[in-house]
C-alpha cells in the first residue's frame, strides 16, 4: 500500500505563492505519473498539472505559465509551486499518484492524497 501526505496549502494574497508538497511511501515497482487536481464545492475535481514517468508536464489552461509541477524521485514527492494566484484559484487541492504495485501489473494504481486547502483572497 501507498500512503500519501500532503502539506503547503494555506491562506494568500492575491499576487502571492504557495508550494505545495506531496511525499509518497510504502512500497510500488515504478510510478507512471503524478497529478495535481483541485475541487471547489459543486464542481467536479478537475486536473491542475500532471507530470509523468518520462517528466512530460501538462497543465490546465488556467494555470499555465503560473504554477510549476516538479517531482523529487528520490524521495518519492511531488511539488506544485503556485505564483501569482488569484482568488479563482481557491479550492482544495489533492496530488494523485499513480503507479505500477509490481513488475507484472499491467496497469497503475492511482493514490490520492487527503487534500489541502488554498485560500487565495482579494
Known amino acids: 500500500q501507498v500512503q500519501l501526505v500532503e502539506s503547503g496549502g494555506g491562506l494568500v494574497q492575491a499576487g502571492g505563492s504557495l508550494r505545495l508538497s506531496c511525499a509518497a511511501s510504502?512500497?510500488?515497482?515504478?510510478?507512471?505519473?503524478w497529478g495535481w487536481y483541485r475541487q471547489t464545492p459543486g464542481l467536479q475535481r478537475e486536473l491542475v498539472a500532471q507530470?509523468?514517468?518520462?517528466?512530460?508536464?501538462n497543465y490546465a489552461g488556467s494555470v499555465k505559465g503560473r504554477f510549476t509541477i516538479s517531482r523529487d524521485d528520490a524521495k518519492n514527492t511531488v511539488y506544485l509551486q503556485m505564483d501569482s494566484l488569484k482568488p479563482e484559484d481557491t479550492a482544495v487541492y489533492y496530488c494523485k499518484f499513480s503507479a505500477y504495485v509490481y513488475t507484472w501489473s499491467p496497469l497503475p494504481v492511482h493514490y490520492w492524497g487527503q487534500g489541502t486547502q488554498v485560500t487565495v483572497s482579494s
Open positions: 510504502g512500497r510500488f515497482f515504478s510510478l507512471d505519473a
Open positions: 507530470i509523468t514517468s518520462g517528466a512530460t508536464t
